[in-house]
T-cell receptor
Framework: AQSVTQPDIHITVSEGASLELRCNYS??????LFWYVQSPGQGLQLLLK????DTLVQGIKGFEAEFKRSQSSFNLRKPSVHWSDAAEYFC???????????WGLGTSLGVNP | ETGVTQTPRHLVMGMTNKKSLKCEQH?????MYWYKQSAKKPLELMFV???????ENNSVPSRFSPECPNSSHLFLHLHTLQPEDSALYLC?????????????FGSGTRLTVV
C-alpha cells in the first residue's frame, strides 16, 4: 500500500543550526514527492517538489530536499534555521498519475532563540 | 484579492445547527478540494471538483454536502454534525486535477461542534 512516514513527530533546533526532516515513502512506481509547510493558523504552502531529473531540488525559503530511491526517502534540509521556520512540515507523495496526494502525519518544528 | 480565501475562520455550532463554509479562489484554477485536518491523522481528502463537477467523494457522511456553483467558489454545507467532526477544514485549488503544479490552500475554518 502507498504510504508516507515522517518518523519525527516533533523536532526542536536552535536558530542558526542546520535542519533535516525525514520522509520515507512506500510507492510502487516512480513517485512524485512534495514538501508543504503549515505555519500556525494558516493553510499549507508548497515548499518544493520532485518529479524527475536532478535528485536534489531547491525550494522556497532556502529549503532543499534530496530524493534517494535506494532508501525510499525524500528528506528536507536547510543549512541555517530562522525563528520564522517554526511550523508544521508535511511530506506527500502523488499517486494515481499524481491525481491524489498521500500525506504524512507531519513534523512539528520548534526553533529556540 | 489573490490566493484561496476561506470564511469563516472559526465556527462553533451545535449538533442541530446548519451552517456553511465558503471558499473562494481567484487564481483561475480548474480544480478545488475540501480537506479535513484532525490532530494525529493524515490530511483527509473529502471532495474534489473539476470545473464545477464533483469528481470524487471519499466516503464522506451525508451530513457534509458540497456545492460548487462556479469554478471560483466552493461551499461545504454542514448539518447535524457530531463532536468528532470538530477539525480544521481546508480548501485548496490547483490548475488541473493533478498535483503537478502544487495545491494552493486557504487558511482553513476551525470548526468546533458542541
Amino acid at each position: 500500500a502507498q504510504s508516507v512516514t515522517q518518523p519525527d513527530i516533533h523536532i526542536t533546533v536552535s536558530e542558526g543550526a542546520s535542519l533535516e526532516l525525514r520522509c520515507n515513502y512506500s510507492y510502487g512506481a516512480t513517485p512524485y514527492l512534495f514538501w508543504y509547510v503549515q505555519s500556525p493558523g494558516q493553510g499549507l504552502q508548497l515548499l518544493l517538489k520532485y518529479f524527475s531529473g536532478d535528485t536534489l531540488v531547491q525550494g522556497i525559503k532556502g529549503f532543499e530536499a534530496e530524493f534517494k530511491r535506494s532508501q525510499s526517502s525524500f528528506n528536507l534540509r536547510k543549512p541555517s534555521v530562522h525563528w520564522s521556520d517554526a511550523a508544521e512540515y508535511f511530506c506527500a507523495v502523488g499517486a494515481g498519475n499524481n491525481r491524489k496526494l498521500i500525506w504524512g502525519l507531519g513534523t512539528s518544528l520548534g526553533v529556540n532563540p | 484579492e489573490t490566493g484561496v480565501t476561506q470564511t469563516p475562520r472559526h465556527l462553533v455550532m451545535g449538533m442541530t445547527n446548519k451552517k456553511s463554509l465558503k471558499c473562494e479562489q481567484h487564481l483561475g484554477h480548474n480544480a478545488m478540494y475540501w480537506y479535513k485536518q484532525s490532530a494525529k491523522k493524515p490530511l483527509e481528502l473529502m471532495f474534489v471538483y473539476s470545473l464545477e463537477e464533483r469528481v470524487e467523494n471519499n466516503s464522506v457522511p451525508s451530513r457534509f454536502s458540497p456545492e460548487c456553483p462556479n469554478s471560483s467558489h466552493l461551499f461545504l454545507h454542514l448539518h447535524t454534525l457530531q463532536p468528532e467532526d470538530s477539525a480544521l477544514y481546508l480548501c485548496a485549488s490547483s490548475q488541473d486535477l493533478t498535483a503537478n503544479y502544487g495545491y494552493t490552500f486557504g487558511s482553513g475554518t476551525r470548526l468546533t461542534v458542541v
